[in-house]
């Protein structure tokens, strides 16, 4: 994570850049994000050419764009994430399967953005969780883990993390949603593999492999 000096009560500070060829919006929430003591924007620009050489840390936040989203090959040593007011199911998707690593609904407040730009620079996917139990069900729709059980990809997701002793709230952070979300989701997972508890879940996760589908 950037650390590039220490916020509030110590914590890190992570480089945040801002590209949206919309002066006004890009504006709009960089304004919002230098009301942050843990998030420090060090360049904003309309396009990827203006801004500066920035370190393999920093966090860069794009405008949703009105065509195709053209991947993180855009800016590919910094992890990317895509900010829109209109955000619809199918764009969600597409940019997340595009490789960008969060996605913000804006107007945000502080503390949205702060999570989403921490949770990023730290790896993880996060979702804003305004648009969470929506994009879970659009992408779970059809759409089964490998391996049998009738397990859709977020319930293997949740699943499998439990060998490692994450607590609900966790492995939302892990997954970018929500705690209540996750609860659901094992709960679905439990009644199709047959588990009576937790510790039961991932002893069979282990056994029968079903972090390695």
């Excluded at 620009?45 to 936040?61: E, H, M, Q």
């Excluded at 883990?145 to 966790?170: D, F, K, W, Y």
């Amino acid at each position: 994570m950037a650390a590039t000096a220490a916020g509030d009560k110590g914590q890190p500070i992570v480089d945040l850049v801002v590209v949206d060829p919309d002066e006004l919006r890009r504006e709009g929430l960089a304004t919002i994000a230098r009301r942050s003591s843990r998030v420090k924007v060090v360049a904003t620009s309309g396009s990827v050419a203006g801004l500066p050489r920035l370190r393999k840390s920093t966090v860069a936040a794009f405008a949703m764009p009105d065509g195709p989203w053209p991947g993180p090959q855009v800016l590919p040593k910094v992890r990317t994430f895509v900010f829109s007011d209109r955000f619809t199911d199918a764009e969600v998707l597409r940019v997340l399967g595009g490789g960008a690593k969060g996605v913000l609904r804006t107007p945000c407040t502080t503390v949205d953005l702060e999570h989403a730009a921490h949770s990023i620079a730290l790896g993880r996917t996060w979702i804003d969780p305004m648009l969470a139990n929506r994009v879970v069900a659009a992408a779970s729709r059809g759409q089964r883990a490998p391996g049998g059980h009738g397990l859709t990809s977020q319930e293997q997701r949740a699943l499998v993390l439990l060998p490692r002793g994450l607590t609900n709230r966790e492995i939302g952070e892990e997954m970018g949603i929500s705690h209540e979300t996750v609860k659901t989701h094992l709960r679905n997972a439990f009644a199709k593999i047959g588990a009576r508890n937790r510790h039961h879940a991932a002893r069979i996760v282990t056994e029968r492999g079903l972090d390695e589908t």
